[in-house]
């Protein structure tokens, strides 16, 4: 079973941050430069206040940030499967709980749900 993710990886979190404001952001991946090359840090590292630099941080948002996108939710949690739901959609899938956060909020920013 793969680990259990507590914030969004980087893929989801450039995603996040076209579509969504950028203080909703309650993490940030941090750049770091190696031999001439960046790479991001798997350390995710709160900043205060919030930084916009999009070059060296990218917004990143844990569960709990997701969650409270997300209007009027109930999450079921079973062995591997989650299931996250509003009254007019949801989504039940074999899947991380983050995952299925960061589906819910693409799907409701896409059909102007948020």
């Given at each position: 079973?793969?680990?259990?993710?507590?914030?969004?990886?980087?893929e989801?979190?450039?995603?996040?941050?076209?579509?969504?404001?950028?203080?909703?952001?309650?993490?940030?991946?941090?750049?770091?430069?190696?031999?001439?090359?960046?790479?991001?840090?798997?350390?995710?590292?709160?900043?205060?206040?919030?930084?916009?630099?999009l070059?060296?941080?990218?917004p990143?948002?844990?569960?709990?940030?997701?969650?409270?996108?997300i209007?009027?939710?109930?999450?079921?949690k079973?062995?591997?499967?989650?299931?996250?739901?509003?009254?007019?959609?949801s989504?039940?899938?074999a899947?991380?709980?983050?995952?299925?956060?960061f589906?819910?909020?693409?799907?409701l920013?896409?059909?102007?749900?948020?």
């Open positions: 079973m793969a680990p259990i993710k507590s914030y969004t990886d980087i989801q979190s450039c995603k996040l941050a076209e579509i969504l404001p950028l203080e909703s952001a309650d993490m940030y991946w941090r750049s770091l430069k190696l031999n001439g090359h960046i790479s991001w840090t798997s350390h995710i590292k709160r900043l205060e206040p919030p930084i916009y630099d070059e060296h941080y990218i990143c948002w844990s569960l709990a940030a997701l969650l409270r996108l209007p009027n939710f109930n999450m079921l079973r062995t591997i499967e989650c299931k996250i739901e509003t009254p007019r959609h989504i039940d899938k899947c991380d709980l983050v995952d299925a956060a589906e819910m909020v693409c799907w920013k896409e059909n102007n749900k948020l």
